[in-house]
């Protein structure tokens, strides 16, 4: 059983940054795929960034390349997300998930649009909540 643990949301205005961590606890594969997702109310959940933990090749949806930066702690088994120059349209709840399918498998596999597909990923944290104010 894997156990994902997130933390480092807030409110911060339009153009701040925060940085938010996954921690990983239970059995965790050698390798796998790191993805973190955001759900804004009344949308649906999309991933903006993976990481495979394997190789560390990290993967950004298109909203987010240049402003946000995945990375990884293996000692901790911890996952980062740096999130800067922020806006509101990032307003949302944000989840860490893992799968041990290779990163660039799900990327390779996603529909147009979209960075991974959530169902790929078996375990996911509780959410921390990110609100951008303009």
């Known amino acids: 059983q894997v156990q994902l643990v997130e933390s480092g949301g807030g409110s911060v205005q339009a153009g701040g940054s925060l940085r938010l961590s996954c921690a990983a606890f239970?059995?965790?594969?050698?390798?796998?795929?790191m993805g973190w997702f955001h759900q804004a109310p009344g949308k649906e959940r999309e991933g903006v960034a993976a990481?495979?933990?394997?190789?560390?090749?990290?993967y950004y949806a298109d909203s987010v390349k240049g402003r946000f930066t995945i990375s990884q702690d293996n000692a901790k088994n911890t996952v980062y997300l740096q999130m800067n120059s922020l806006k509101p349209e990032d307003t949302a709840m944000y989840y860490c998930?893992?799968?041990?399918?290779?990163?660039?498998?799900?990327?390779?596999?996603?529909?147009?649009?979209?960075?991974?597909?959530?169902?790929?990923?078996?375990?996911w944290g509780q959410g921390t909540q990110v609100t951008v104010s303009s």
């Open positions: 990481i495979d933990t394997g190789d560390g090749s990290t």
């Open positions: 998930a893992v799968s041990s399918i290779p990163c660039s498998s799900l990327v390779a596999g996603a529909p147009p649009g979209f960075l991974v597909v959530e169902a790929d990923f078996g375990y």
């Open positions: 239970g059995y965790i594969y050698s390798s796998y795929c």
